[in-house]
């Protein structure tokens, strides 16, 4: 793609009232927008060199207005965030001194970026490569501190490296094909056997950055677990004692929650989103009935869920509908009130349901930190994998399951001993998914989606 030839500017801080605000703009004309407006403070002829913050104030020309005093930063092309001139116009944050700043760069030449520009400009001036530019939005959008080491590696261009690896050799293989295929005859055996045996060692590290993403896509969009059960089993209470504050109105009286309460909490570094949810049981009103619909869609797509019973009263009908229509989810039966005098046969419900079962007290937190760690250790397995890449965007997964499949195709035509030309074809394939991954070929459309996501400015 020809590299653009306008200046964009955009708001890059969030709106409202804060210390610092700042409208950047990128392109030929930034520097010279720049100069119209800001007056340094001092020695003109020092002003705006480049990587340097110089005070001063930026003026409306036409009105000969102060606007705000400010911070203003040159980086000149090539060595800046889009490999453009690039200025960054430190403000105070506001809505009126930040809109009126970037009317001021607009109306001297620049037009207003499109969401992601920024970035989508530094991708295809090919300062980052595509695995980077989608990493900018996963530190942004980071959680929890494991979040962050993950997109933060991938940023740091580790993951686009590790497929740039896996590509490159890919390609070194299609080149030992495509030569068996120029000399025919000539062409030794031993050839065809490398090719095997390199193929399989890369269907092996494919595979693993494959399997990946069952763990990355936790640490991009977090696990979704929904607290159930019927009203006053402590679902509010548990809420509350997850986030460690009174979040959640709770009550005697049955029905108090009566629509799905969504938080986000950490849980040994992995991102979790849990949702209150209201009492199952036949509905008394239409509020209620709308509620209990709600969780009955929560809890059709939950990654986990918890639910809960009161120890201290015998089992109701409506969980055993319940728990019977739950066999086959993701499911940890939470026996609530360990405080109270048990009632609730836990030998009867082991027997009847394949469920994990664990006992709490919300009121006390006893049993919590045994909850918590049941919650990580069923959405990651062994844990947190702290070795190699992680897969974190379901377009990477994607590309990785054509790219496999191109390559134990391959592998069968080598071992059925069809034509070679065949192979390559294959190979071409599998080496033109992982370019997709880096964005060495890809199409508008999909630049446009993944650039989309991003807000204004970024």
């Known amino acids: 793609?020809?590299?653009?030839?306008?200046?964009?500017?955009?708001?890059?801080?969030?709106?409202?009232?804060?210390?610092?605000?700042?409208?950047?703009?990128?392109?030929?004309?930034?520097?010279?927008?720049?100069?119209?407006?800001?007056?340094?403070?001092?020695?003109?002829?020092?002003?705006?060199?480049?990587?340097?913050?110089?005070?001063?104030?930026?003026?409306?020309?036409?009105?000969?207005?102060?606007?705000?005093?400010?911070?203003?930063?040159?980086?000149?092309?090539?060595?800046?965030?889009?490999?453009?001139?690039?200025?960054?116009?430190?403000?105070h944050s506001g809505y009126g001194v930040l809109a009126r700043i970037l009317d001021l760069v607009l109306a001297h030449g620049a037009r207003l970026a499109v969401p992601g520009e920024f970035t989508q400009r530094a991708f295809l001036s090919g300062r980052i490569d595509l695995t980077q530019a989608e990493a900018v939005l996963e530190v942004i959008q980071a959680r929890t501190s494991a979040s962050l080491r993950v997109a933060a590696q991938h940023l740091a261009g580790r993951l686009g490296q590790e497929i740039r690896d896996l590509k490159d050799r890919l390609t070194e293989i299609l080149s030992w094909v495509e030569a068996a295929i120029d000399f025919g005859e000539e062409t030794p055996e031993l050839?065809?056997?490398?090719?095997?045996?390199?193929?399989?060692?890369?269907?092996?590290?494919?595979?693993v950055l494959q399997d990946s993403y069952t763990q990355g896509r936790l640490f991009r969009e977090g696990l979704d677990v929904v607290i159930a059960g019927r009203p006053n089993v402590g679902k509010s209470s548990?809420?509350?004692?997850?986030?460690?504050?009174?979040?959640?109105?709770?009550?005697?009286?049955?029905?108090?929650?009566?629509?799905?309460?969504?938080?986000?909490?950490?849980?040994?570094?992995?991102?979790?989103?849990?949702?209150?949810?209201?009492?199952?049981r036949p509905a008394q009103d239409r509020a209620e009935e709308l509620g209990i619909q709600r969780t009955q869609e929560r809890l059709a797509r939950a990654d986990l869920i918890i639910y809960l019973l009161d120890l201290s009263q015998p089992l109701a009908p409506e969980d055993e509908l319940q728990l019977n229509a739950l066999i086959g989810r993701s499911v940890l039966l939470?026996?609530?009130?360990?405080?109270?005098?048990?009632?609730?046969?836990?030998?009867?419900?082991?027997?009847?349901?394949?469920?994990?079962?664990?006992?709490?007290?919300?009121?006390?937190?006893?049993?919590?930190?045994?909850?918590?760690?049941?919650?990580?250790?069923?959405?990651?397995?062994n844990g947190l994998s702290r070795q190699g890449q992680i897969v974190t965007q379901a377009r990477h997964r994607q590309n990785l399951v054509a790219c496999l499949k191109f390559i134990k195709q391959g592998q069968t035509i080598l071992s059925t001993g069809q034509p070679l030309e065949l192979l390559a074809l294959d190979l071409q394939e599998a080496v033109r998914q992982l370019a997709e991954i880096l964005?060495?070929?890809?199409?508008?459309?999909?630049?446009?989606?993944?650039?989309a996501q991003f807000c204004l400015g970024k």
């Not at 610092?20 to 407006?37: M, T, W």
């Not at 964005?439 to 650039?451: P, Q």
């Open 1 to 91: 793609m020809p590299p653009p030839h306008d200046t964009i500017a955009a708001i890059s801080t969030p709106l409202g009232e804060a210390g610092i605000g700042i409208v950047r703009l990128s392109g030929p004309q930034a520097e010279s927008i720049a100069r119209n407006l800001f007056h340094p403070y001092g020695d003109n002829t020092k002003a705006l060199n480049s990587h340097h913050l110089v005070l001063g104030q930026l003026i409306d020309p036409a009105q000969g207005e102060v606007v705000d005093e400010v911070l203003v930063s040159l980086m000149q092309a090539p060595h800046s965030y889009t490999r453009e001139d690039v200025i960054e116009i430190n403000c």
């Open 191 to 207: 050839v065809c056997d490398e090719v095997r045996r390199e193929l399989t060692a890369l269907e092996g590290r494919l595979q």
């Open 238 to 280: 548990l809420l509350n004692r997850f986030l460690q504050e009174e979040r959640v109105i709770v009550t005697e009286i049955p029905g108090t929650t009566r629509d799905v309460i969504e938080e986000m909490v950490s849980i040994q570094g992995l991102p979790v989103r849990l949702s209150d949810t209201a009492g199952l």
């Open 334 to 381: 939470v026996l609530n009130k360990a405080d109270l005098v048990p009632v609730l046969p836990v030998e009867t419900l082991r027997s009847r349901w394949p469920f994990p079962i664990l006992t709490i007290s919300a009121l006390t937190g006893q049993g919590l930190h045994q909850l918590t760690n049941t919650i990580f250790q069923t959405a990651t397995g």
């Open 439 to 451: 964005g060495e070929e890809i199409g508008d459309d999909v630049l446009d989606r993944i650039f």
